[in-house]
């Protein structure tokens, strides 16, 4: 599906980064996994195993709320690849403070995670984009939430030290309409941009919260990483070439 392509995974070493850069990979594409956890974005390019038919992964430190991070990434890929047909902005940062419950959230910590995760999502589509314009093609994909376009579900978290933090609820929701703003933008330049919201994903959460949420899905319940991937190749293939300035679900009927 992707043979020959040559994709940016941001936050390519997390937990979703990480099976989608596989994903692309098996797909014939290069893969590349960007992350400012420069070992981990190593581990995952060591990891993967050459097959016959499959692309490459390579590794790389991005910082996405550096613009000269950024802008470096983009020009030693273009000098090593010649162009750059896609990104993902699927980079989760976040900073000590990030999860509390909303009575707990300082001025300072909900203005610090809007600023890294919104702000960076940003700069990495401008920086992206221009580059895109300039080359005459490209492919941005957006990772949102469904809390991104819901409103919590705060009952399936009673009993359990987590919540649906309210600064995610205004990070996710922003890059939603961002991807709208950027396909308006940039059409007619070869450039298309779609947003992915996942609902949760699978990682050691208590029982009784899976229970909680699993109720509310149409059969499996809450995904693992895996069950986003084919529609994250979608995205990034030629299958979807007239789709832009849309956004998909992919929760197990979650969200409805
Ligand atoms: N896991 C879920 O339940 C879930 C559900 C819906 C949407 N999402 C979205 O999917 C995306 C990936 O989430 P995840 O669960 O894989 O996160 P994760 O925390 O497992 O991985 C995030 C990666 O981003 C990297 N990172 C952090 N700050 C960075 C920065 N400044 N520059 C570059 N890289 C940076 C981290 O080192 C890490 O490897 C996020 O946008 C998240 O909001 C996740």
Redesign the pocket.
Known sequence: MLNDKVVVV??G?????RGFVAAIARQGGTAIA????IE?ARQVADEWQAQPGGGSVVAAE????SKDSVCALIGSLQARFGRIDAVVN????RNKNYGRRLEEVTYEDFCANVD?HLG?YFLVAQQFCMAFKAQGHGNLIN???IYGSMAPRFEVYEGTPMTMPVEYAAI?SAVVHLTRYFAQYFKGNGIRVNCLS????L?NQPADFLAAYNAHCASKGMLAAEDVVGTLLFLLSDESRYMTGQNLFVDDGFSI
């Open positions: 941001t936050g070493a997390g937990a979703l980064g960007a992350d400012v956890n981990a991005l910082d996405i709320t699927n980079a989760y940062p890294s960076g990772m949102s939430s996710k996942p609902g949760g994903i990682a």
